[in-house]
């Protein structure tokens, strides 16, 4: 971590890649290499202590965490690697309970920002989609073309 003008801070604090603060700055969610064949999400606090493993799983590859705005729950991408063709989308409780399978597509669902109205945006085979939570609808929001993988984030526009 370091002060966005690269001066006070500079203090390696874990492993991982794919940090997510939580909205309240007090936890990064990482996700790290376990095994060869095993990646999870860990949580620690903002110095980096106290790092635990909330996903851990020996047949399954989980990535990139994104917080929801009340800091409550996490969604982030699974394979499962003797069920799934590619990356779900899944969401759990922030301490790593209570994981739910919420899309399932023959392509990867990558990449997956919470949004403020309870919405996951995500990009599949480089198109950009939403994930209502209410309904579980899908909507189609940019049609990227197939092969593009866009890393996003969002912020309202004043």
Request: net charge negative.
């Amino acid at each position: 971590v370091f002060e966005p003008d690269g001066t006070a801070g500079r203090t390696f604090i874990g492993d991982g890649t794919a940090p997510a603060w939580s909205p309240d700055g007090s936890r990064i969610a990482v996700d790290d290499l376990v095994t060869q064949n095993q990646t999870d999400i860990f949580l620690m606090n903002a110095t980096g202590g106290n790092r635990v493993n909330i996903t851990d799983n020996p047949n399954r590859a989980d990535r990139e965490p994104a917080w929801s705005p009340d800091g409550s729950r996490i969604v982030f991408r699974r394979l499962n690697r003797f069920e799934s063709t590619g990356y779900d989308l899944w969401v759990m409780d922030s301490d790593g309970s209570e994981p739910t399978e919420l899309l399932a597509k023959n392509d990867a669902q990558i990449y997956p920002v919470w949004l403020p109205d309870d919405r996951i945006l995500f990009n599949s085979e480089g198109d950009i989609l939403t994930f209502d939570l209410g309904t579980g609808g899908v909507e189609m929001v940019i049609s990227g073309g197939s092969g593009n993988y866009f890393e996003m984030t969002w912020r309202s526009i004043p």
